[in-house]
């Protein structure tokens, strides 16, 4: 069994998670909940109805894995706390849970899309695979089943229609592993929605990297192989800049037809690309 916090240090922990979910947008009004391990059969969780930015200590509730209070103020436990008992039951090594709506990632749950594509290192080796499984409502028991099977294979989960779920061996961890989802999706939405073009990586490539999760005895690492390419990218270096003046003005203008080198972008380019990416996003 992990180290457990005391009762003060996970309270303060939950107060200061949701302060940051709700700075970075991840929840709006009342949404998301978060929970933390205490002991076997004990965890602190948040309230249904209050914003995670403006908790206390007071609103916080003490219960445990079967659901009993153990101690509570005038505020009862958010329904989807059975998402976080279902974890906390299934996978003993959990110690924190995090669930929220970060814009992003929630745009590929809502479309049914999971985050599996071998395309960024960093996501794969801390997440795994981010599956979105199906639709169930929010709080019932059929949406805490629904996510039951992937408790110890994997660490973070899309919600159909719903949001993102992730967990780990601290609360801390779980809250990074929340913050990596929304990363991810993001690179994704740039990737294929913006730039339109991704590189692969092949399955060597993405073997190296499971390698690289196993040492590192990241919890889930058996969190499903993304979708992978035959062969490694050809893609050479992208350079940028010039050496010398002379040869700036070389590639200045696009005369030569054997240019190489990439021209940096002017302000205009700049402010262009910009736009395009807001208009995108709003």
């Not at 028991?141 to 408790?151: E, F, H, L, T, V």
């Amino acid at each position: 069994m992990l180290k457990n916090l005391s009762d003060y240090d996970a309270r303060n922990m939950i107060i200061e998670i949701g302060k940051r979910m709700y700075s970075k947008n991840f929840v709006a009004a009342h949404d998301g909940n978060i929970s933390c391990r205490v002991d076997e059969d004990i965890i602190w969780a948040t309230p249904t109805g209050v914003s995670k930015g403006f908790m206390n200590e007071e609103t916080l509730i003490k219960m445990r894995l079967d659901g009993t209070i153990v101690s509570k103020g005038s505020i009862e436990p958010s329904s989807e706390i059975k998402m976080h008992l279902c974890i906390y039951k299934e996978n003993p090594d959990i110690m924190g849970v995090t669930h929220a709506h970060p814009p992003v990632c929630t745009s590929f749950a809502v479309a049914g899309i999971g985050l599996d594509q071998a395309i960024y290192p960093e996501a794969f080796v801390n997440l795994g695979t981010v599956p979105c499984v199906h639709y169930e409502t929010p709080g019932s028991q059929g949406a805490a089943d629904s996510i039951k099977p992937y408790c110890k294979s994997h660490c973070a989960l899309l919600l159909a229609n719903h949001g993102a779920i992730s967990w780990g061996r601290s609360l801390m961890e779980a809250f990074y592993r929340l913050e990596s989802i929304e990363h991810y999706a993001m690179i994704l939405l740039y990737t294929g929605s913006l730039i339109g073009k991704r590189n692969v990586l092949s399955y060597g490539q993405v073997q190296d990297l499971l390698d690289i999760r196993k040492r590192l005895g990241v919890l889930g690492a058996d969190g499903g192989i993304p979708v992978c390419a035959e062969n490694p990218s050809t893609l050479k270096d992208v350079v940028t800049g010039y050496d010398t003046i002379e040869e700036a003005k070389r590639y200045a203008v696009y005369e030569n037809p054997d240019i190489t080198h990439c021209p940096r972008l002017t302000d205009e380019d700049v402010e262009r690309i910009a736009a395009a990416i807001l208009k995108k996003l709003k």
